[in-house]
Nanobody, 123 residues
Framework: QVQLVESGGGLVQAGGSLRLSCAAS????????MGWFRQAPGKEREFVAA????????RYADSVKGRFTISRDNAKNTVYLQMNSLKPEDTAVYYC????????????????WGQGTQVTVSS
């Protein structure tokens, strides 16, 4: 079992930055690919970014490419999402999640989910 706890959300003005963190329990963290998803009010949860267990493979949604950076520190059992040049449309609850299937970016592929952290970007 893996338990995930996100932190770092908040209110920021458009153009600003935030860094989300996701701390994982368990001794097998490096064996899981980790992803970030987000869900805005009235919308479906959508993929944002994913990173393989070793960190060698990364992928992003087109909407965040060039602005967001996912990384992980396996020694600290933590995955990060650095968000720069934030836009009002980035406003959502952000979730981190774990999977054994890096190539599958659909939500059903992810077995473990955090509770989410709110990110609000004002215009």
């Amino acid at each position: 079992q893996v338990q995930l706890v996100e932190s770092g959300g908040g209110l920021v003005q458009a153009g600003g930055s935030l860094r989300l963190s996701c701390a994982a329990s368990g001794r097998t963290f490096s064996s899981y690919a980790m992803g970030w998803f987000r869900q805005a009010p009235g919308k479906e949860r959508e993929f944002v970014a994913a990173i393989s267990g070793s960190g060698a493979m990364i992928r992003y949604a087109d909407s965040v490419k060039g602005r967001f950076t996912i990384s992980r520190d396996n020694a600290k059992n933590t995955v990060y999402l650095q968000m720069n040049s934030l836009k009002p449309e980035d406003t959502a609850v952000y979730y981190c999640a774990g999977t054994s299937r890096f190539a599958d970016i659909t939500t059903p592929a992810y077995n473990y989910w955090g509770q989410g952290t709110q990110v609000t970007v004002s215009s």
